[in-house]
C-alpha cells in the first residue's frame, strides 16, 4: 500500500491561506459553480505538483523510497518526521545546499555524524 503525503511547505503561501479561509468558513465562499470547479482542478494540479516534487527528492537519493531509520520506514528522508515535510535534518539541509542533487561531495560525507558515510548508509 502506497500512501502519498501533502507536502503543505511547498504549496504557494496564497493557496495555502484560501484553503484555510474556503475549509474554515472563515470567509463566506460564494462563487458560481464552474468557477468553483476550475478552483478545485487548479488545487488538484497544485497537490500533484507537491506530491511529485517529494517523489523526485527520492529518487534522486539512492535508495529514497525505501529509507528505514530506527526500524521504521522514513519515506521523509532529509526530515525530522518520517512523513516528511517541516523541519530538515542535517542530511536534508545538506542535500538542499547540494541543490538537491546527490553529489559525491554528498556521497561521501557523513551528515548525521555517526561514523559512515552518507553513500554507505543509503547505497
Known sequence: VSVLYWDVER??????????????RAVPCVMPSSLMRASIVLLGFIAAA?????????EEIPNGAHVIRNGVAWPGVGHMTASGGGARNTFGAAFAAAGNTWTSALCQADTD???FSNGAELG
Request: with cysteine.
Open 11 to 24: 504549496v504557494p503561501r496564497p493557496v495555502q491561506v484560501f484553503l484555510f479561509l474556503v475549509s474554515s
Open 50 to 58: 507537491c506530491v511529485h516534487a517529494r517523489e523526485a527528492y527520492q
Open 113 to 115: 555524524g555517526d561514523g
